[in-house]
């Protein structure tokens, strides 16, 4: 598929969608939110596939947010509309695929709130992140005021969602909202770098600890626990579980292949 907005590339196993309007640095239209879900979804099919990185083209911003063109010709019936915003970002959280967002410069509104839609959030020395939406008589609406209370607890979200101020990269590793920061020049390599650690493990694994940390986070710990264990046992009846246990005793790298 030819995309206008955004870039879709392959890196062996690793799969990068750059947002491409760096002219406006990266802003979110309607299409270019829709280029990412198929973008995505084409990813999400593809078995040699096992991790999704998400970031933006240039060296000052991943996502800027939502286009204001188009946020000033919203009406109430908008925010229930098929397939927004709120919807890709639900779609890219669920993956059964490591998602991760390389945050390269500015993260603000829906750009934030795709970077908190990722399992893993790193971002280059000059990031700031901020969802400033009030600023416009509106809320962060594609997830920003539930996810972003869920990482880094309620009382520092409501700060920075009432405030509106943005956080610098230093700010976010503090309080665990991205788990590393490093040189825009080095991003991409550090991104490869966790990715490839990723793809050492267990497919089925990561698939399992992603389910069981998301399902689980919301509900009580018995019933947490009782997610987890039913995982595992889905995970031990895998020939991946026998390779994974025989490599280890075998002092050799495993081979996994997903059953």
């Known amino acids: 598929m030819n995309y206008q907005n955004i870039v879709l590339e392959r890196d062996d196993r690793i799969g990068f969608i750059t947002i491409n309007r760096p002219e406006v640095r990266n802003a979110l239209n309607d299409l270019t939110v829709s280029e990412i879900l198929s973008a995505f979804e084409e990813l999400e099919n593809d078995q040699d596939i096992g991790v999704i990185v998400f970031t933006g083209a240039g060296e000052m911003s991943f996502a800027a947010g939502a286009d204001i063109n188009q946020v000033t010709n919203r009406n109430s019936l908008d925010a229930f509309a098929a397939k927004n915003m709120s919807d890709v970002y639900r779609c890219i959280e669920k993956s059964k695929k490591a998602t991760i967002a390389a945050i390269n410069g500015f993260a603000l509104g829906g750009g934030c709130e795709l970077a908190l839609s990722c399992d893993i959030r790193m971002a ?8 400033p939406e009030l600023n416009l008589s509106v809320i962060p609406g594609a997830g920003g ?20 101020d943005l956080m610098t990269a230093k700010e976010a590793i503090e309080i665990g909202l991205v788990s590393s920061v490093v040189p825009l020049e080095n991003l991409r390599a550090a991104v490869q770098e966790k990715a490839e650690k990723i793809l050492a493990k267990g497919p089925l694994s990561v698939q399992m600890a992603k389910l069981v940390v998301n399902r689980g986070f919301d509900v009580d710990m018995d019933t947490g626990l009782l997610i987890e264990s039913l995982a595992q046992a889905v995970l031990y009846g895998t020939s991946d579980k026998r390779e994974g246990t025989q490599a280890f005793l075998e002092k050799r790298e495993a081979s996994f292949t997903g059953s």
């Not at 280059?124 to 969802?131: P, V, W, Y």
């Not at 005021?145 to 509106?164: C, D, E, F, P, Y």
């Open 145 to 164: 005021t539930q996810r972003l209370a869920r990482i880094i607890g309620k009382g520092r979200a409501m700060n920075m969602i009432l405030s509106g």
């Open 124 to 131: 280059s020395e000059n990031a700031k992140i901020g969802l």
